[in-house]
């Protein structure tokens, strides 16, 4: 398991240096079973690692949207919570003051009933966050491109998302979400096998 969870963090840094801005940002289809919302934002050696969801209607698989409606805008970002590694510390976030927000391009759905539609799109979010250790408080955010695809379904003749926002391809996606979740598992080992606590700003 550690072997694994390693290579997977390895990927992810690797992937990063070669072809990522500071921020990355996984946006899938919620389907009311948990979080679809995760983001890492890189400065240097330090990063940022949240988890959490979106609000249910917003980019999801339980509701359809009509051909020639429009998608997108704003909505709250619920963070369940999330890890900082700064100045070589690891510590515990977790959301506060209230949900943050997510802001995705706006466009409209094909009104001639296109099978399968895919845009580019830009997303972008903020929220504030408690450091638990040090009560320090930090405004999370950042933005990023990337495309979103909607198929028509031939049951109801809405649209629904065909997968999740992608940036890379869609076939990296996948192993760039394993490497947010094995540095999340490894800051969150390395933060309880701590035993001293210790101040810190982010800047």
């Given amino acids: 398991m550690k072997r694994l969870l390693w290579m997977t963090t390895i990927s992810?840094?690797?992937?990063?240096?070669?072809g990522f801005a500071d921020t990355i940002i996984q946006l899938f289809p919620n389907d009311g079973s948990g979080d679809n919302f995760g983001a890492l934002i890189r400065d240097g050696a330090d990063f940022i690692i949240v988890r959490g969801g979106t609000t249910i209607g917003y980019y999801d698989l339980l509701t359809g949207h009509p051909p020639g409606s429009g998608v997108g805008g704003s909505t709250v970002l619920f963070l369940d919570g999330g890890v900082a590694r700064i100045g070589g510390q690891f510590?515990?976030?977790?959301?506060?003051?209230?949900?943050g927000t997510l802001n995705m391009t706006t466009f409209t759905l094909p009104a001639?009933?296109?099978?399968f539609f895919q845009v580019p799109i830009t997303l972008d979010f903020s929220a504030d966050m408690i450091i638990i250790e040090t009560g320090d408080l930090i405004t999370v955010g950042g933005f990023t491109s990337g495309h979103v695809a909607f198929n028509?379904?031939?049951?109801?003749g809405l649209y629904y998302p065909a997968g999740g926002f992608a940036t890379p391809e869609p076939g990296t996606l996948g192993t760039v979400g394993t490497g947010l979740l094995g540095l999340l598992t490894?800051?969150?080992v390395k933060l309880r096998s701590r035993?001293?606590?210790?101040?810190?700003?982010?800047?």
């Fill in 195 to 203: 035993s001293r606590r210790v101040a810190c700003n982010w800047r």
């Fill in 12 to 18: 992810l840094v690797l992937m990063s240096c070669r």
């Fill in 112 to 115: 001639n009933g296109q099978p």
């Fill in 91 to 99: 510590y515990d976030l977790q959301q506060f003051g209230g949900p």
């Fill in 186 to 188: 490894l800051a969150r």
């Fill in 152 to 156: 028509l379904s031939d049951v109801d």
